[in-house]
């Protein structure tokens, strides 16, 4: 992802995530730290873009920042083939641990997380603005047999 996608990973974002969209800007501050912390990409289909995700390392940790894609264009393998670059990146950095926080409200996306390997580790009450909780999920990297993806 580059500044130029900004416009049309941000109508996406809007309305992918009509609660808590991020800004503009917390989007630009991610890109401004690519590469040394951030990854991010942009999934085309006939050239337009249709979803966008994030990763930030650091150490031998990392996160999935933010992951989704079109109305449109959900359940054709496009989130899946973006995590699955998230985690390739993850590997090529040397993480051990690759975290996420999801909508206890969002099963489709724990569906898809599930079945790269991320497992539950707790709860964090509250946590998003409208009082919904969040799961937290983590892939480990570092153990043989842990899931697909
Ligand atoms: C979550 C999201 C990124 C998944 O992307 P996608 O391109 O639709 O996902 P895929 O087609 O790769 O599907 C991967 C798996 O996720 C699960 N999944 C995806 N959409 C689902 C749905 N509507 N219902 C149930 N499971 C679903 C399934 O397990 C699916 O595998 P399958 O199709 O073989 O059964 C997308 O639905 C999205 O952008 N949602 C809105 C934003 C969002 O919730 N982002 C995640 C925030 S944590």
Known sequence: ???????????????????????????RGELDDQPRTRHYIVALVEGEIVGYAGLAAAGDQADVQTIAVSAGNQRAG????MLGELL???????TAAVFLEVRADN??????????GFRPIGVRADYYDDGTDAIMMV???DEEGDGNG
């Open 88 to 94: 390739a990146e993850a590997v090529r950095r040397g």
């Open 139 to 141: 892939r480990r990297l």
């Open 107 to 116: 099963p489709p996306a724990q569906a898809m997380y599930r079945r790269f």
């Open 1 to 27: 992802m580059t500044r130029a996608d900004l416009p049309a990973v941000m109508r996406i974002e809007r309305s992918t995530f009509p609660l808590d969209a991020w800004s503009e800007g917390m989007m």
């Open 78 to 81: 496009i989130g899946s083939a």
